[in-house]
């Protein structure tokens, strides 16, 4: 399956949240933009994920309410949790990130 690359614009959600990976310590930045589709009054929120000297950039700069540009793929993240449920949901995996001034 071939990844098209786009770019989502909306403003951060909640505060975003920096951890990192257990192997390797390296940093991954997740949060929400709310986005809207144009024409409709319509608000969808996207899980935005940012890894590496990104994740840790975007972090310290972004904050919640701020207009950003992510650009990247999005992509199906599938897993069973603790309780042996399937869990699926959407996840956009940012490339590069900008914020509006």
Request: glycine residues 0%; positive net charge; hydrophobic residues 45%.
């Given at each position: 399956m071939e990844e098209k690359k786009e770019v989502i614009k909306g403003r951060v959600g909640k505060e975003i949240?920096?951890?990192y990976t257990?192997?390797?310590q390296t940093?991954?930045?997740r949060f929400e933009v709310a986005t809207s589709i144009e024409g409709v009054d319509l608000t969808v929120w996207r899980k935005v994920v940012l890894v590496g000297k990104?994740?840790?950039n975007f972090k310290v700069r972004a904050k919640k309410g701020?207009?950003?540009f992510i650009e990247g793929v999005e992509r199906l993240v599938k897993f069973v949790n603790e309780e042996g449920r399937d869990i699926e949901y959407l996840e956009f995996r940012g490339e590069s990130a900008a914020i509006e001034v």
């Open positions: 949240r920096l951890a257990s192997k390797h940093p991954v930045c990104l994740a840790q701020m207009r950003v």
